[in-house]
């Protein structure tokens, strides 16, 4: 054998032939990459043979277990799961935005006429202008957000990172939850989206599962995709003839409502959530395309899927340099800066992990 992995009292058998063997002596040496085990065939009488029909150089064994008499003295394990390192690092994520006092003074005035709240002909909208902390705090998310799902990292295998600033300061960039999965998921190029392709990738992920059934499967998808699934589920709904008002209902004033929306689909005790996102429509745009991860914990530790990372407290710290007028521009004393004006700032430390990315799928339209 190439490597130490069967040791005494361990039962295997040769796939091809499902010939069962038990180990009788522990494991010898002979070589880097060969190991020499004593072996007998397990059955029922004594006249049982080695099954000469196929070339045993190279064939494949599979471990079954183990057998020992009372009062045993020892034991061994076999590590059933994959194992891999992986190294990541936190992303810096920062959104700046200054404002004048006088705007500030003025911000709720601007936006109530922009939503039609004055008397007269103010109840017209003539402009819109977003306040200022919530326009920054959506551009922090939407950063936040798009990193965590799409960012490529830039550190090498030493984890030295290829990106500094002018100053030689190292600029370091997590990789996304796409970029982790892209590398071990299975990959399915599709021309038309359908329930056989829902089966299939929930067959796929199932037999990567701690279980074959009772997993929750979620699929992050974009606009093209979220539109192709509920057209799929609406029509596997009629196909089948579904009682209900599944398709449609009837209001007390006679009129008919037509049509539904679907985010879940189950099969062979597996199900599957559909979520839309439209960072993902900005990536692959009006081609469908969803990433597929079981979700379901991990049985012995309890670990989440995916989890999001961060420093203690850093996941959102704002802000704010004064200027002359203060934070909401009317205000006495005293100031960082002798602009008549404020800046908010909006930074934090995010980073996402994938525990196990083999059990993943992705859809991608062609």
Same mark, same amino acid.
Request: hydrophobic letters at 35%; a neutral charge.
């Given at each position: 054998m190439r490597e130490n992995y069967y040791q005494k009292n361990d039962t295997f058998e040769i796939e091809d032939t499902r010939q069962q063997f038990f180990v009788t002596a522990g494991p010898t040496r002979k070589n880097d990459s060969y190991w020499e085990i004593q072996v007998r065939i397990i059955d029922n009488d004594y006249n049982s043979v080695l099954d000469d029909s196929i070339e045993y150089v190279g064939a494949r064994t599979r471990w079954i277990g183990n057998a020992f008499p009372e009062l045993s003295e020892y034991g061994f394990i076999k590590y059933q799961s994959n194992v891999s390192k992986f190294r990541n690092y936190l992303t810096t994520v920062r959104c700046d935005d200054s404002y004048s006092s006088l705007y500030k003074i003025h911000e709720d005035v601007f936006i109530n006429l922009g939503k039609g709240a004055g008397s007269g002909d103010d109840k017209e909208a003539i402009y819109k202008l977003d306040g200022a902390k919530a326009n920054l705090m959506m551009n922090f998310n939407t950063a936040r957000n798009n990193m965590m799902l799409l960012s490529k990292g830039n550190f090498d295998a030493h984890g030295n990172?290829? %990106?500094?600033? =002018?100053?030689?300061? &190292?600029?370091?960039?997590?990789?996304?939850?796409?970029?982790?999965?892209?590398? =071990?998921?299975?990959?399915?190029?599709?021309?038309? %989206?359908?329930?056989?392709?829902?089966?299939?990738?929930?067959?796929?992920?199932?037999?990567?599962?701690?279980?074959?059934?009772?997993?929750?499967?979620?699929?992050?998808?974009?606009?093209?995709?979220?539109?192709?699934?509920? +057209?799929?589920?609406?029509?596997?709904?009629?196909?089948?003839?579904?009682?209900?008002?599944? +398709?449609? *209902?009837?209001?007390?004033?006679?009129?008919?409502?037509?049509?539904?929306? =679907?985010?879940?689909?189950?099969?062979?005790?597996?199900?599957?959530?559909?979520?839309?996102?439209?960072?993902?429509?900005?990536? =692959?745009?009006?081609?469908?395309?969803?990433?597929?991860?079981?979700?379901?914990?991990? %049985?012995?530790?309890?670990?989440?899927?995916?989890?999001?990372?961060?420093?203690?407290?850093?996941?959102?710290?704002?802000?704010?340099?004064?200027?002359?007028?203060?934070?909401?521009?009317?205000?006495?004393?005293?100031? *960082?800066?002798?602009?008549?004006?404020?800046?908010?700032?909006?930074?934090?430390?995010?980073?996402?992990?994938?525990?196990? &990315?083999?059990?993943?799928?992705? +859809?991608?339209?062609?």
């Open positions: 990172t290829t %990106l500094r600033d =002018y100053q030689n300061r &190292p600029i370091y960039i997590g990789e996304g939850v796409i970029p982790q999965v892209e590398r =071990y998921a299975h990959k399915y190029a599709y021309n038309k %989206l359908s329930t056989e392709v829902f089966n299939a990738m929930i067959n796929t992920i199932s037999e990567k599962s701690d279980n074959p059934t009772g997993n929750k499967i979620a699929v992050v998808c974009n606009e093209a995709f979220w539109q192709q699934m509920n +057209l799929i589920l609406g029509k596997y709904l009629s196909d089948n003839h579904v009682d209900g008002t599944h +398709l449609w *209902s009837k209001a007390a004033n006679d009129y008919i409502k037509v049509g539904a929306a =679907y985010n879940t689909y189950r099969f062979a005790g597996n199900e599957v959530s559909f979520l839309v996102d439209r960072a993902l429509t900005r990536e =692959y745009g009006n081609k469908g395309y969803g990433l597929a991860l079981d979700l379901s914990s991990d %049985l012995v530790s309890g670990m989440p899927a995916i989890s999001m990372m961060t420093l203690k407290g850093g996941q959102c710290i704002q802000n704010y340099i004064t200027g002359v007028g203060g934070i909401d521009g009317l205000s006495s004393g005293e100031v *960082s800066s002798p602009v008549a004006g404020s800046k908010m700032v909006i930074h934090g430390y995010i980073g996402a992990c994938v525990w196990n &990315p083999f059990k993943s799928f992705i +859809l991608r339209e062609v």
